[in-house]
């Protein structure tokens, strides 16, 4: 029992940690509607600036403080609301998660461009030093990192609750989470309120992260990886709180520290159970809250009743098309395609040829996002798992059982199909929000202890992929394997279509649009729900594997659950809802890393950074950026058709020219028709 105590005592600081960002999740959840999965981000950012002025420019603890948790951090909350969230207030949950995963990809992308790529070591600390023992507690030195973290958690907390409780403030926020719009009707200063959740949260993350510095061996700009793990179990307490209890989310973060750090302890150290079952505990606990809490089930359920006066989503650009230019585009088309495929085979240098490769094969991937979330309306984040399943799959057999690589190709897309059913079986009872925080989970789960084994990810030294043949045709080139690629994705893509034209494909729209009307009249959500995992989680691994043959040696670095993450981003900024959008994802994902391959390695990252500004768009346009243009441009040109066949028409019938400007949307010009025409 005293071994077992001397085990748990660490574990309380380290939970405290994770109680501060259980907590503040829970306040942003409760004051503006919004699970912010980019809280580990901005406890990175903070962390950083702190040690970045405490050690480098030699400032005191406070006033590093001051700038870093008092200053930058709420600034950080602040413009997410004033510039992100004020403007989405009424916005769906997938929609608000989706503008967090942009904030999770951007702000550290964006760290390594300002402060440099640069690793830290001998970080700094706040209030009392870790390297001082102030006293024992049962035969555990207590240090003053383990002061500091306790006693600034507790004093933090209790705060807050005595904010919600006895506070005006508090009220209001509650208020606001209920109905913003009816809280509006009543006086209620609706921005304020959600203004001041946001700079409180973010001081919270700010806080977190710079607790959390001294734990820490070193500092890479470029991995905030501990963060993530810290994220990952403030949802767990936060979970277990039920996203609306402050005190609950205290002891459950702690309770979290205590439990990771008695399993750590007992397991024999260095063991490969020690190294999986460790990190993956956060995780598994998230899935078994998750699953098991009734309470989240109605987690993003709204209760706001003017929720029906929001207006339908925006329809396909295809449905704006007139009929005389269905030709024209289907042609232009297909002829933009011969010439691609032309160029690519001949006078294209070999530097670009490799891109296109992998252009073609992340489009392949990237219309499994089209499936689950274009198609299915859940949010998936974990594809990038589904495809390093195939990837895997087809590298051991290549290897070990000397199967051809286009057969392993297909029995890793089946294997992958095989395990997106059995997270979609997982998943049955919940959907949403919830269903995205699984999906994450294991995302986590595979980076951690499925892809770290010797049969599976090939542990440190990955899996080795050769090109593939048939017969005496050999895609061993860059240029041949084009071809291979491009057969793939066609076969895709006619796959998606046929899906998306199909039952499936309709019964899928039903449910998007009524549940309940949907289950009246004997649609199984289920059911759909369990097709649509399958059959994304299927063409992720052939993309996969097609990725780990294209790319020769992969890893689980190739894999991980950041990867997933970006690849929604991508996906949901040219066009979730289209195989066009999956393609152009693809394309513009692997050609743009190539042109950032000539500017210096800081500015490398910008890529994701461009992608994750468009995700911020997806609330107000969730059609895609891409795809929201195209639509606005095929308006014009619809516009500038019907005004011609207007001028047309009042030449033979004697009508004028105002009625050609009058559908142009602008003031008719009698004395100058033909250039208000010209202007449209």
């Known amino acids: 029992m005293t071994q077992l105590v001397n085990y748990a005592i660490p574990g309380v600081p380290y939970g405290c940690e994770f109680a501060l960002m259980a907590v503040g999740l829970v306040l942003t959840f409760r004051a503006t509607g919004v699970f912010n999965l980019a809280f580990g981000a901005q406890a990175f950012a903070s962390a950083l600036v702190y040690d970045l002025l405490q050690r480098s420019d030699g400032l005191p603890q406070w006033a590093a403080l001051v700038v870093a948790v008092g200053l930058l951090a709420p600034a950080i909350g602040l413009s997410l609301d004033r510039f992100l969230y004020r403007h989405i207030p009424t916005a769906s949950t997938t929609a608000k998660v989706v503008v967090s995963l942009g904030i999770l990809i951007a702000i550290p992308e964006l760290i390594p461009i300002v402060f440099g790529t640069s690793t830290r070591t001998n970080l700094g600390y706040l209030w009392l030093s870790p390297n001082i023992v102030y006293f024992h507690l049962a035969q555990t030195p207590i240090t003053g990192s383990d002061i500091s973290t306790l006693v600034i958690t507790v004093a933090v907390v209790l705060a807050l609750m005595a904010l919600f409780r006895w506070s005006t403030l508090g009220l209001r926020m509650r208020a606001v989470v209920e109905s913003r719009r009816l809280a509006q009707l009543e006086g209620v200063d609706a921005s304020s309120v959600a203004a001041t959740a946001w700079a409180l949260s973010s001081v919270l993350a700010g806080l977190a992260g710079v607790l959390l510095l001294p734990q820490m061996g070193s500092l890479d700009p470029t991995q905030p990886l501990e963060f993530t793990a810290l994220l990952v179990a403030g949802l767990t307490a936060a979970a277990v709180a039920s996203m609306s209890s402050i005190p609950v989310a205290l002891v459950a973060g702690i309770a979290v520290g205590v439990l990771e750090t008695v399993v750590q302890q007992e397991l024999p150290s260095g063991s490969v159970l020690a190294q999986g079952v460790v990190p993956s505990l956060p995780f598994v606990l998230l899935v078994a809250v998750l699953l098991v809490n009734p309470r989240l089930r109605n987690l993003e359920r709204s209760t706001d009743p003017l929720v029906a006066v929001d207006p339908p989503p925006a329809a396909p650009s295809v449905t704006l098309r007139d009929e005389r230019l269905v030709l024209p585009m289907r042609w232009g088309w297909r002829l933009l395609l011969v010439a691609f495929v032309v160029s690519s085979l001949t006078w294209v240098p070999d530097i670009w040829v490799f891109p296109f490769d992998q252009g073609l094969v992340f489009s392949v991937i990237f219309l499994s996002i089209t499936l689950v979330t274009g198609m299915g309306g859940e949010l998936s984040l974990c594809q990038a798992t589904f495809a390093g399943i195939g990837g895997f799959t087809v590298g051991q057999l290549a290897q070990h059982a000397g199967l051809s690589v286009l057969l392993g190709a297909v029995v890793g897309g089946l294997v992958a199909a095989a395990a997106g059913a059995v997270v979609a079986l997982l998943v049955s009872r919940v959907s949403g929000l919830l269903l995205t925080l699984v999906t994450l989970t294991f995302a986590l789960f595979a980076d951690n202890v499925l892809f770290q084994f010797s049969w599976s990810g090939g542990g440190l030294d990955g899996v080795q992929v050769p090109r593939p043949a048939l017969g005496p045709v050999s895609f061993a080139s860059d240029r041949s394997f084009l071809l291979l690629a491009l057969v793939v994705l066609v076969a895709c893509m006619g796959l998606v279509l046929l899906v998306q034209r199909g039952t499936t494909g309709q019964y899928l729209g039903a449910l998007r649009g009524s549940p309940v009307g949907a289950a009246s009249i004997g649609i199984s959500r289920n059911r759909s729900r369990v097709t649509v995992f399958t059959l994304s989680a299927g063409v992720a691994g052939l993309g996969g594997a097609l990725y780990g043959s294209v790319q020769g040696p992969i890893s689980p670095n190739d894999f991980q659950y950041v990867v997933s993450l970006a690849f929604v981003v991508v996906v949901v900024t040219t066009g979730v809802r289209t195989v066009e959008g999956a393609v152009q994802a693809g394309m513009a994902y692997a050609v743009l890393a190539q042109v950032l391959s000539y500017v210096p390695s800081r500015f490398q990252s910008l890529e994701f950074v461009l992608f ?52 142009l949307g602008r003031p008719a010009s009698l004395g100058k028709p033909v250039e208000a025409v010209g202007r449209g």
Request: glycine share 12%; no cysteine.
């Open 612 to 663: 994750a500004f468009g995700a911020l768009t997806y609330a107000a346009h969730p059609e895609g950026v891409v795809e929201y243009q195209r639509s606005q441009w095929m308006r014009r040109v619809n516009r500038l058709l019907r005004a011609v066949d207007q001028r047309r028409a009042g030449r033979i019938d004697g009508g004028g020219p105002a009625e050609a400007a009058t559908l």
